[in-house]
């Protein structure tokens, strides 16, 4: 590799017209939208998520407005025999994939003293292994192929800053960003590119679905933080684009609004502002919590037919 080699890198793959494009969690949210978004450029679509009728949905959906889905099944991607049996019948019935999409994910939010084992084993299950399964199962026949590709790994705005109650979750999405990290290089030399998406606030139905540890979602300050939250969240239709556009231009950070991009370059340039930013989120995440909690008492009193201002 001579000295131009180690500074320029041609990008990959420049389009998708009649390329095949692999995405996970392509039945909802930011996978679909993607899913949508590359059938719009000509992809050639392998799509894979845990809900097999939703993603029959998508199917028809793209089929409907003369996309292409070459192949698609449903299955769990934290099953590893389930995807390298799913990768053998795509290389078998498609062939080698062009671009593969890690966007498949789950959220679980809380303290350490309410998160649960589930918790921390879910999200490293899925955000982290599943991500790792598809890596191991399709990446390896691009490389013996010998024509360049791209991976995409979408991890989070928490796998970048120390986000209140994101521990566990934070653990798959940092622990992907380092894989992501390293291949960015390793992958390199077989003129496959990587690309680490980091969404902030995106309005897909995880937010209304994601489990928070301890937590009473019918209290109006929690209905509140939520409500604020759709407001200034971004659509995956919008995330999507960010994807697409990465892998065009071969970035590896993508952010798919300013605020993160913002927030990373403040972390790196500004520690001491920052980590006091952090406390003061922390505190205020605390108190909420704390609030919550009361609530929670007082709900299980009423039902119990006790005073818990008596307790």
Known sequence: ?????????????????????LITGAA???????????????ARLVLTDLHAD????????????????VYHQSGDISDYDWVRSFANQVDAEVGVADVVMNIAGVSAWGTVENLEHRHWRTMVDVNLMGPIHVIECFVPQMIRRGKGG???????????????????????KFGLRGVSE?????????????????????????????????????????????ARFHKVAVTPETAAAAILKG???????????????????WARKFALPYEILMRVANNQFDHLARASARSLERKAAAQNGTDVSST
């Not at 590799?1 to 494009?21: A, C, E, F, N, Q």
């Not at 791209?150 to 798959?172: E, F």
Request: contains cysteine; proline residues 5%.
């Open 28 to 42: 909802s949210g930011i996978g679909r939208a993607t899913a949508i978004a590359s059938a719009r450029n000509g």
């Open 247 to 265: 892998i065009r231009k071969n970035h590896f950070l993508v952010y798919t609004s300013f605020d993160i991009r913002f927030g990373y370059w």
């Open 54 to 69: 939703p993603l029959d949905a998508v199917v028809q959906e793209i089929n409907d407005a003369g996309g292409t889905v």
């Open 150 to 172: 791209h991976l995409v790994n979408v991890s989070s705005a928490a796998g970048l800053l120390a986000l209140p109650w994101h521990a566990a979750y934070s653990a798959s």
């Open 182 to 226: 390293v291949l960015r290089f390793d992958l390199r030399r077989h003129g496959i590119g990587v690309s680490l998406v980091c969404p902030g606030g995106v309005d897909t139905p995880l937010v209304d679905s994601v489990e928070i540890a301890g937590i009473n979602r019918d209290d109006p300050r929690i209905k509140a933080q939520i």
């Open 1 to 21: 590799m001579g000295l131009k080699d180690l500074i320029v890198m041609s990008t990959p793959v420049p389009t998708l017209r009649d390329r095949i494009v």
